[in-house]
């Protein structure tokens, strides 16, 4: 249903010292999205920060819960009651250890596969909500994730990172759609580098060049 208003969380803990965590992918991609479209100031609410908009002409919530990222549930299940929200028009963006760095998925339902924060939502209004996951890869030791997610992106992240994010927010109105497959498309679409053009004089063992 699109006549119900969107909310998009991004997934993160608050503070400074956080900002640049892989564990803030999704205030990242909330961020982004923010600044690409037509949303009003941040306001304090629910636990959290929202801002109010529109994407493809859907009212459109977007939320950053505040709690530190355990207890996101809280200012999500408040705001989804106070804005008449049902769980299918709640889009959760949050990083995902089990995705490759810099690729990306969204998927309706499923488990939290460890991730404290859907773990919370979870808990607090069951598991049928939407969810966009952004791949910022494994360490290759569970003793190490927690580490490798509370670490900054590295400067070779922001390769990706920030194509990533943009192509996220270029593709938002197909989540106010409720189109999941075209936002993964539009954004497979927008990352995909143009085929190299075949320079025809470099055919051949022969570059023309001298030895």
């Not at 929200?85 to 460890?114: C, F, S, T, Y």
């Not at 360490?139 to 509370?150: F, S």
């Not at 936002?183 to 679409?189: D, I």
């Amino acid at each position: 249903m699109t006549d119900s208003p969107l909310l998009l969380t991004g997934l993160g803990n608050p503070g400074a010292e956080y900002a640049r965590n892989r564990h803030n992918a999704g205030f990242m991609a909330v961020d982004v999205i923010h600044e690409s479209y037509d949303f009003g100031p941040w306001r304090r609410r629910f636990q959290g920060v929202v801002s109010e908009g529109k994407l493809a002409g859907r009212r459109t919530y977007l939320l950053k819960p505040m709690t530190y990222m355990n207890d996101s549930g809280i200012a999500v299940a408040a705001a989804a009651q106070f804005f008449k929200v049902p769980n299918d028009a709640i889009v959760v963006m949050h990083d995902e250890i089990d995705l490759a760095a810099g690729k990306l998925r969204a998927k309706r339902g499923g488990g939290d596969a460890g991730h404290n924060g859907l773990r919370s939502i979870t808990a607090a209004i069951g598991s049928d909500y939407r969810r966009v996951r952004i791949g910022v890869g494994h360490p290759g030791e569970k003793a190490r994730v927690h580490g490798h997610v509370l670490n900054n992106f590295s400067k070779a992240d922001e390769a990706w990172l920030v194509p990533l994010l943009s192509a996220i927010a270029e593709a938002a109105p197909h989540l106010a759609k409720n189109d999941d497959p075209g936002f993964m498309n539009k954004v497979t679409v927008i990352l995909k580098p143009p085929a190299k053009r075949e320079d025809p004089a470099r055919k051949g063992p022969d570059s023309g060049r001298g030895g």
